[in-house]
Nanobody, 122 residues
């Protein structure tokens, strides 16, 4: 049974930093692309960042580029999202996802975590 468990979300101040983690089990982690998505209240789920199975290629949406960094540790079966210079509009539930395809399309990811809440106060 595949499980993705996010952690690290909490209340943070604007301009601050957070690091989200997503621990995976039940799959051969090193063979999967990983991604982070987020969903704010009343909005659609949106792509944040993705990383290929070996970490050789990373891509993030323009909204977070230069502020958020995705990384992974295949020895620990964990993917991270380092979030710097946080803004109130980053407030959302953040989800990690795994899939065979390296894509920004949420529908092509096979497994999802339960999400972790990030709230940024101004």
């Amino acid at each position: 049974q595949v499980q993705l468990v996010e952690s690290g979300g909490r209340l943070a101040q604007a301009g601050g930093s957070l690091r989200l983690s997503c621990a995976a089990s039940g799959l051969t982690f090193s063979t999967y692309a990983m991604a982070w998505f987020r969903q704010a209240p009343g909005k659609e789920r949106e792509f944040v960042a993705r990383i290929t199975w070996r970490g050789g290629s990373r891509y993030s949406t323009d909204v977070v580029k230069g502020r958020f960094t995705i990384s992974r540790d295949n020895a620990k079966n964990t993917v991270y999202l380092q979030m710097n210079s946080l803004k109130p509009e980053d407030t959302a539930v953040y989800y990690c996802a795994s899939g065979r395809d390296d894509t920004i399309d949420a529908g092509r990811y096979d497994y999802w975590g339960q999400g972790t809440q990030v709230t940024v106060s101004s």
